[in-house]
């Protein structure tokens, strides 16, 4: 039995759960684990200098509980993926997909944790302008919601920081532009995937 591991990462708003949901429809045996599941609680976040619960820092996330997340779904994808309320089916075999499993995870610091960063086979990463980002976010409900001057005194600054390091640290990523239409985006990264499990061994 194949199994991939497909991260959705980039910015916060960037489009993430939009496509992420997309492709949970469309892809077989596709099973998703959220890093924004794994926050940990309000009075465990650390305040910073600069006034402002520190959300968008790996720390403030159990990134040891969502690997043994995604560690679960490693050992028993099919288990795995009954659990969750995903249909197990097998493929057509003529075309060589038959038995596949797929886990997409999905989030905005993917990448900075190496360990997570490993497991993927493909690592899409969703950017925007600082313009869209702060617009899109302005509309947004988080079961924490946002303090005044948080967008650009602690998420962005820290965006840029994480996105920085990230290219730094040389993890190859495929570059997506999420200010292409839901559907253009969809379709360059369902193929994207296709291509990638058709090649895999
Ligand atoms: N390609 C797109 N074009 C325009 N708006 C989008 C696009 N993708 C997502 N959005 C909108 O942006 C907002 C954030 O999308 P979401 O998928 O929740 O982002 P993320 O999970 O990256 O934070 C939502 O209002 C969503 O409808
Ligand atoms: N889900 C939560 O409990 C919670 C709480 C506070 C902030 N956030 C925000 O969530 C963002 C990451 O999620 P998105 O990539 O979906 O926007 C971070 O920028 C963070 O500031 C989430």
């Keep these: 039995m194949r199994r991939i591991i497909i ?6 708003n960037g489009g993430k759960t939009t496509l992420t949901k997309r492709l949970l429809a469309s892809l077989p045996n596709c099973c998703v684990v959220h890093q924004d599941d794994f926050f940990k609680l309000p009075e465990h976040i650390e305040v910073g200098e600069d006034g402002f619960k520190q959300w968008d820092v790996i720390t403030s996330i159990d990134m040891e509980a969502m690997v043994n997340t995604v560690t679960a779904w490693i050992e028993n ?11 197990v089916c097998r493929l057509n075999e003529e ?8 886990l997409i995870l999905e989030g905005f610091l993917l990448y900075n944790h190496k360990p997570l960063a490993d497991m993927c086979a493909q690592r899409f990463y969703l950017t925007i302008p600082y313009e869209e980002c702060k617009h899109r976010r302005s509309g947004r409900d988080y079961p924490i919601p946002d303090p005044p001057g948080l967008f650009d005194g602690h998420v962005w600054p820290m965006y840029l920081k994480h996105r920085c390091e990230m290219e730094e ?17 969809f379709n360059q990264v369902y193929t994207n995937i296709w291509n990638k499990i058709l090649n895999f061994s």
Excluded: C, M, W, Y
């Design 169 to 185: 640290s040389g993890v190859s990523v495929v570059s997506i532009d999420g200010l292409l239409s839901k559907d253009d985006i």
């Design 95 to 102: 075309h060589g997909e038959n038995d596949i499993q797929i």
């Design 77 to 87: 994808p099919a288990k795995f993926a009954r659990s969750h309320g995903v249909t």
């Design 7 to 12: 991260g959705v990462g980039g910015v916060t």
